[in-house]
């Protein structure tokens, strides 16, 4: 789910399993194409609901760092699981906290935790999903049999972050259209402060990635 230009297809495929990579981006899964993964196939849909899609029941369903686009994601899961083989799994990789590091200025991790929170109103992400992706799992009496906290060397780690990691910190950055609109003119000095933050020796990252393996009954 949310399979974007295919890596993670790609190292299912190498283990030896037949996916099927689903996401709404023609542009992510053109890339995905080019690669030819063995056994594989992809489709361009909506994954909050797969109802309209001819699919087959699968062993397993693999969905790193897409819940967080579905504020209230039971339904999606809901959907989700409707396509799972009895005994099957789900994986989710999710984060909670993405912009959470210190030190950053009052003013900066107030602007952060507010625009957490009008995404969330308007039902378009939820940074803390990778944390509140567990009530999800209770409120549908879902069997969890696994739950892990992730090292991840860009998004978890403490520290003064390498030159690769920065880069792609600004990368990220960049891509952020929605952040930086709410910004507006305070964006440049936000991003600068941030980059400055990670390159510190002091820096503390609260963000959290988390990892859920659900069980089919």
């Given at each position: 789910m949310g399979c974007g230009i295919g890596?993670?297809?790609?190292?299912?495929?190498?283990?030896?399993?037949?996916?099927?990579?689903?996401?709404?981006?023609?542009?992510?899964?053109?890339?995905?194409?080019?690669?030819?993964i063995l056994n594989s196939k992809f489709i361009e849909a909506n994954i909050a609901d797969l109802s309209k899609l001819d699919l087959p029941k699968v062993n397993g369903i693999w969905c790193s760092f897409t819940t967080a686009y579905f504020p209230h994601v039971e339904q999606p899961l809901k959907s989700w699981l409707k396509h799972l083989k009895p005994g099957g799994w789900l994986a989710v990789?999710?984060?909670?906290?993405?912009l959470n590091h210190s030190p950053l200025s009052i003013q900066t991790q107030s602007a952060i935790q507010s625009f957490y929170q009008l995404l969330f109103d308007k039902n378009l992400y939820d940074f803390?999903?990778?944390?509140?992706?567990?009530?999800?799992?209770?409120?549908?009496?879902?069997?969890?049999?696994?739950?892990?906290?992730?090292?991840?060397?860009?998004?978890?780690?403490?520290?003064?972050?390498s030159?690769?990691?920065?880069?792609?910190?600004e990368n990220r950055l960049e891509r952020m259209k929605g952040l930086q609109n709410y910004l507006?003119?305070?964006y440049n000095g936000f991003k600068?402060?941030?980059?400055?933050?990670?390159?510190?020796?002091?820096?503390?990252?609260?963000?959290?990635?988390?990892?859920?393996?659900?069980k089919c009954r």
């Open positions: 890596d993670q297809t790609a190292l299912l495929s190498q283990r030896g399993a037949s996916v099927i990579g689903i996401d709404q981006d023609s542009e992510l899964l053109e890339q995905a194409r080019k690669k030819n990789t999710e984060m909670s906290g993405l803390n999903m990778g944390k509140n992706f567990e009530k999800a799992i209770n409120a549908l009496s879902l069997k969890l049999k696994q739950r892990i906290l992730l090292e991840d060397k860009e998004l978890s780690q403490n520290g003064k972050l030159k690769d990691v920065i880069e792609a910190w507006g003119d305070k600068e402060e941030f980059i400055a933050c990670l390159n510190r020796k002091d820096h503390i990252s609260n963000c959290s990635v988390y990892f859920y393996l659900i």
